[in-house]
């Protein structure tokens, strides 16, 4: 639908402008959005975090296979394919965190003995590319309907040899001491999925599970004013 | 899940439409959907939407030894995938025909037309030469992929740019991107499929038949054409019967189509290579249109992380401290070990894994106490966990893990000949920690169930 709604797309954080005490690199990159745009699936959603780009598509409530079946609920299933040759063992890890997050947050007692499948095409890779999974997730479940108890958002931050925590890391700054990506829910910024590589101190997670709460108060206004761009006109 | 079969009154419509020269969306019979082809940031990153139908494609290249015959030569792979989000029926097991047919015409119409300069790929001869691969991911199907997926892997490879080698006498130097500018392949031609669907028996003909269009036609020409009037592959299915002069008139009109197409697909790379140039950004995130409704972006956004350090020391001082690490590991023999009981997996899709965790025999437990246990650590400490397995002999007895009716269990050692043992006692020499693993053999026999 093409529009001509001019809405001001620049969103001013809360601080405004300087960098925070902890480090020089501690900001989001530039996000962008679009739902609707695949005509074949339920949902779908593009998310772009910087130069990460994540296509995903959700087809449910729909037929599932009778093997696959759970009486009393909705069977989730979740597929990611990389950009380059075949499927491996590390997408099917992110695959089965992705889906533990869904199944957290989809109700899917409201859908028994149907399947909701998140199909993720992964476009650009630069850095926080599971984080971007998850909300290019979000988003499609979202587009297609699927009723939901809370929204979900994923925030990588990555921590340098020095201690220094950088949020949104790129492809350059995830060669650090170790990343962390975290999956919260939008009512009480709980943790819903946390995947960690490399070493750090229990300070160091509680420091970046709280950067990344404060992260996703951002993420989330994101998909509110999103959303509320989409439905102003009805 | 099942494709939704396509109604009889509407297959009629169809057809219909078709006999009175209209069609669904407005299009005359010689007219293609618009073209829309956008590139990322990395070079050899295209998207291109024909209509509705929507193709990721990306070129990658890394440096292998060339295959025997063809000693001189680069190797092109393409790999054409039908995404599971571009159509309900596309799951991983049902797609093979189509799959099968549209990879093989892309194979014909870019590899054998030798559009791409293969002996420009050599290396080293004999030894090292580039490998280009091309990987098509279809992401959303509204007819014609075979179209879409040809004009995205020609623009992936024209957009394409591999690091740059020198050869000076042996040595062969790889330069990074950041060391010297990456150079394009050398490209002769740009071969593009055009398809004509006929319907009633080769009557009516239509150019880029959309998905519905291609449910009720009856056969698929499709013919693959470079600017130059060279016709690259040619391909008849459904077993329409055609005249000469149908495929004639076919060929024409691919002819003028491929040349309004190249001329649109030499323009877009133009147009990015010039923003690259001036330094402008690029990428997916500037082809997200900005009037869209649905599209929504939001600059970099600073985030205040001051109170960080004093809320994880809250947490941290209530927290209660951490408990002791429960499991302890067994040591079998020198290098067997184990840790933890073995409990079912709970990855849940896996329906080819082996089940491991039912009852074990009672020759099991026979077979492990033979094995004298010169270690020092407590096998009670397991064995009072409670694991969901059965004991014979009470506190000592160990973990079952498999059901297997194999007599005789042979564990392999580094420094033993493997045919001697049968009950392996370890008193013999005994390593810490042996350099190599041994490993254990079990032949599984299967319960019949």
């Not at chain 1, 695959?95 to 399947?115: F, K, M, Q």
């Not at chain 1, 997730?137 to 929204?151: H, K, S, T, Y």
């Not at chain 2, 939704?4 to 009154?9: D, F, G, V």
């Not at chain 2, 509407?10 to 078709?18: D, M, Q």
Request: one cysteine or more.
């Amino acid at each position: 639908m093409e529009e001509e709604t001019h809405t001001d797309a620049k969103i001013r954080a809360e601080n405004g402008t300087g960098s925070s005490p902890r480090g020089p690199g501690c900001s989001l990159r530039h996000f962008a959005c679009e739902q609707n745009l695949l005509s074949r699936p339920d949902g779908s959603a593009s998310f772009l975090q910087g130069d990460t780009s994540v296509l995903a598509g959700v087809y449910g409530p729909a037929e599932v296979k009778v093997s696959k079946e759970i009486f009393n609920k909705a069977t989730l299933e979740v597929i990611l394919r990389p950009k380059i040759g075949l499927p491996g063992v590390a997408e099917k890890s992110r695959e089965r965190l992705i889906r533990n997050t869904c199944e957290a947050v989809v109700l899917g007692t409201l859908h028994p003995r149907t399947s909701i499948t998140v199909v993720l095409q992964v476009v650009s890779d630069a850095g926080s590319l599971l984080a971007c999974c998850l909300n290019a997730a979000c988003m499609a479940l979202v587009d297609a309907g699927v009723p939901m108890r809370a929204l979900f958002c994923g925030v990588a931050c990555a921590l340098d040899s020095d201690g220094t925590l950088v949020l949104d890391p790129t492809s350059k700054q995830e060669k650090a001491r170790a990343v962390l990506t975290f999956a919260l829910d939008s009512v009480e910024r709980k943790l819903l999925m946390s995947s960690t590589k490399g070493l750090y101190s229990d300070t160091e997670l509680q420091q970046c599970l709280a950067a990344a709460q404060a992260a996703s108060q951002h993420v989330f206004r994101f998909y509110r004013e999103s959303l509320q761009r989409r439905y102003s006109k009805s | 899940m099942k494709e939704t079969p396509l109604s009889n009154c509407e297959r009629r419509f169809l057809l219909r439409a078709i006999e009175e020269k209209k069609r669904l969306d407005g299009r005359q019979t010689y007219d293609y959907r618009n073209i829309r082809i956008s590139f990322g940031t990395d070079y050899g990153c295209c998207i291109v939407e024909l209509g509705k139908t929507r193709v990721l494609g990306q070129v990658s290249c890394e440096l292998v030894s060339p295959k025997l015959n063809r000693a001189t030569e680069g190797i092109l792979f393409f790999n054409l995938e039908l995404s599971q989000m571009a159509a309900p029926a596309f799951e991983p097991g049902r797609q093979s025909d189509l799959l099968v047919k549209l990879n093989r015409l892309m194979e014909r119409c870019l590899r054998n037309s030798k559009c791409i300069d293969t002996e420009s790929l050599c290396v080293v001869a004999g030894e090292k030469v580039w490998q280009i691969r091309v990987d098509l991911h279809l992401l959303n199907h509204d007819g014609n992929i075979i179209d879409a997926a040809s004009i995205a892997a020609i623009v992936a490879l024209c957009h394409f740019r591999r690091p740059d080698v020198s050869v000076q006498g042996d040595e062969v130097t790889l330069y990074t991107p950041e060391e010297r500018d990456p150079v394009p392949l050398s490209i002769h031609h740009m071969p593009i499929c055009v398809s004509f669907a006929f319907f009633q028996q080769g009557t009516y003909l239509l150019v880029d038949p959309n998905e519905r269009e291609e449910r009720v036609m009856d056969g698929l020409l499709v013919i693959a054409m470079n600017k130059h009037r060279e016709i690259c592959t040619i391909q008849s299915s459904g077993g329409i019967m055609l005249l000469k002069d149908q495929v004639l008139r076919c060929s024409k009109i691919a002819g003028v189509k491929v040349a309004e197409i190249t001329e649109l697909i030499l323009k877009a790379l133009e147009n990015d290579q010039k923003v690259r140039k001036e330094g402008g950004k690029f990428g997916f995130a500037e082809s997200i249109a900005n009037q869209r409704i649905t599209a929504f972006k939001m600059e970099k956004a600073p985030i205040d992380t001051s109170d960080v350090e004093e809320k994880a020391e809250e947490i941290i001082a209530e927290a209660e401290p951490p408990s002791e690490v429960v499991s302890t590991p067994v040591l079998w023999t020198p290098g067997t070990a184990q840790i933890g009981e073995g409990v079912e997996n709970s990855w849940g899709d896996l329906e080819d894994s082996e089940k491991e965790d039912d009852e074990g025999g009672g020759d099991q437990a026979i077979i492990l106490d033979g094995i004298k246990m010169d270690t020092g650590v407590e096998v009670s400490d397991i064995g009072s966990q409670g694991g969901p397995k059965h004991w014979k002999n009470g506190a000592d007895a160990p973990i079952i893990l498999s059901d297997s009716e194999e007599e005789e269990m042979i564990i392999l050692e580094p420094d033993k000949n493997p045919k001697k043992i049968r009950t392996q006692t370890t008193s013999a020499k005994q390593e810490k920690a042996p350099s190599k693993k041994p490993v254990k053999r079990r032949k599984k026999k299967r319960a019949a169930n």
